[in-house]
C-alpha cells in the first residue's frame, strides 16, 4: 500500500477505535440522553458524523471517477505525511464552538446503535474508495472543503478523521454530563 495512502487509513483506523471507546463508555440506555437542552446525545453525534463523513465520502469518490475520467491521477510520488498539511489541533479544538450546516444536522431520531451501523457503513465505502486509487496521486486533485478551504483529497480524508476525534471528545463530555 502506498506510503500516503496507509497514513491516512491508520489516521481512519485510529480515531474510529478511539470513538468507539468513549461511546462503550455511555450506557447503552443513556445513548439517547441529551445531557441538556439544545445539546446533542451520542446517538446525535454518531448521526452528524456520518452524516458528514458519507457527503465527504461521495466528494472523494466523485472527485476520483471524474480526475480518472479526465486522466489527472498520474501515480504518486509524494511520500511526506498528509497529517503534517492540516491543522488538526484547531479542527479538534472543542474550545472554539461550531454550528453544523443545516444538512449535516441529526434529525432521523435514530438510535445510537443503527447510527453507528450507518458510520460503520459509510466508512466502508471510504476505505473502499481511498483502496481503488492506492498508488495515485490524490493531492493532484483539489476541491474546495466547507471548513479547510481549498484542500486535496488526502486532506479531505484527514478531515474526516480529525471531525470524528473531535466529536469523540463530545461525546467523552457528553458521558461527563451525565454522570457515567
Not at 65 to 78: I, K, M, V, Y
Amino acid at each position: 500500500m502506498q506510503a500516503r495512502i496507509e497514513e491516512v487509513l491508520g489516521y481512519l483506523d485510529r480515531t474510529r477505535a478511539d470513538l468507539r471507546r468513549a461511546v462503550e463508555q455511555v450506557p447503552p440506555d443513556r445513548r439517547q440522553e441529551q445531557p441538556a437542552e439544545g445539546r446533542w446525545s451520542v446517538a446525535q453525534v454518531l448521526e452528524h458524523l456520518g452524516i458528514v463523513e458519507g457527503r465527504s465520502a461521495a466528494a472523494i469518490s466523485d472527485s476520483l471517477n471524474a480526475g480518472r475520467t479526465a486522466g489527472r491521477l498520474p501515480p504518486e510520488r509524494e511520500t511526506g505525511s498528509v497529517l503534517a498539511t492540516i491543522d488538526t489541533p484547531r479542527i479538534v479544538d472543542r474550545s472554539r464552538p461550531r454550528t453544523a450546516s443545516p444538512a449535516s444536522l441529526p434529525v432521523s431520531g435514530m438510535d445510537a446503535e443503527e447510527a453507528w451501523r450507518v458510520l460503520e457503513q459509510v466508512r466502508h465505502g471510504l476505505r473502499e474508495a481511498l483502496l481503488s486509487a492506492d498508488g495515485l496521486a490524490l493531492g493532484e486533485i483539489v476541491r474546495p472543503h466547507p471548513l479547510l478551504g481549498e484542500a486535496d483529497l488526502y486532506q479531505w480524508v484527514a478531515f474526516v478523521g480529525a471531525h470524528e476525534a473531535r466529536h469523540t471528545a463530545q461525546v467523552r463530555e457528553i458521558g461527563q454530563a451525565l454522570g457515567v
